[in-house]
């Protein structure tokens, strides 16, 4: 195993994308000692229900400050427009701009496939932005890392393709029923996010999808709660199975 830092970086696009699909295993990896680092793509501005959407912009990254303060985690918002994120060369300096100001050493994003637009978006300008973090002609004013950070996927919502179709099985899930509360602690600091939810899909149990999800993944896994993950173990990555050795008396 190569000597990679012990920052984990999770990029999603929306301000509680990292609550819903990877914050058990976050809470799990800073109890082994690791650092935590929570980025969204976009502001989140269009979920809102009573907010234009600069002022619903301001109060979701509020909301996704609180929730990472629950992880000790650091937040960053790289500020691009929720529902139009385009993988641009702007948005991959960016990413690979923050990979090295964090010094990730891995790194979650979603997976290429996900049901929402902006997802896949981000997958992609995340797995650009990662392979390059290298590279010292990026122009960034932040130093190269010493290694290519380690890319791992967290599972699409309802676990279907972006098409509803059936998906490749994940490399590993990990047991969160330990850190499931943090989960439900952490969500729960989108207050925003319940009127959205009634106004667009009638849902009155915030915690509801999570809960299913995380309960459907779980009996996948055997376990009550779990959270699933690919790793590109593509040319471009190296392979390493950092988060399945850490994390191996919770991996399924
Ligand atoms: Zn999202």
């Known amino acids: 195993m190569k000597n990679f830092s012990k ?12 609550e819903i699909f990877c914050s058990g ?7 082994k000692g690791f650092k935590i680092v929570i980025a969204t793509m976009t502001n989140g501005g269009m979920g809102g229900a ?16 609180r929730a990472a303060e629950i992880l000790n985690a650091d937040y960053y918002c790289l500020n691009e427009r929720d529902g139009y994120l385009f993988d641009n060369a702007e948005t991959r300096i960016k990413v690979t701009e923050l990979i090295r100001k964090v010094n990730a050493g891995i ?36 130093k190269p890392t010493e290694l290519t950070p380690l890319l791992y996927y967290s599972s699409p919502f309802g676990f279907t393709d972006n098409m509803g179709g059936k998906i490749a099985d994940p490399s590993f899930f990990i047991d969160v029923t330990s850190t499931f509360e ?8 989108h207050e925003s996010q319940k009127a959205v939810m009634e106004l667009m899909f009638n849902i009155t149990d915030f915690f509801g999808d999570m809960r299913d999800s ?7 896994a055997g376990v009550k ?28």
Not at 9 to 15: K, Y
Not at 239 to 244: E, M, T, V, Y
């Open 25 to 31: 295993t976050l809470a799990l990896l800073k109890q």
């Open 107 to 142: 790194v979650i994003t979603h997976l290429p496939f996900d049901y929402h637009p902006d997802h896949r978006a981000t997958s992609s300008i995340v797995e650009a932005g990662t392979i390059v973090a290298t590279l010292p002609n990026i122009p960034t004013k932040e």
């Open 214 to 220: 995380d309960l459907k993944i779980g009996k996948m």
């Open 50 to 65: 009573t907010q234009n959407e600069a002022e619903t912009a301001a109060t979701r990254k509020k909301e996704a400050a």
């Open 225 to 252: 709660y779990a959270e699933a993950y690919w790793q590109n173990t593509g040319a471009a990555f190296y392979s390493d199975p950092l988060i399945q050795e850490i994390l191996k008396d919770f991996k399924r």
């Open 7 to 18: 920052t984990v970086l999770a990029i999603q696009a929306h301000p509680d994308d990292t």
């Open 182 to 189: 943090i989960k439900k602690e952490m969500l729960a600091c």
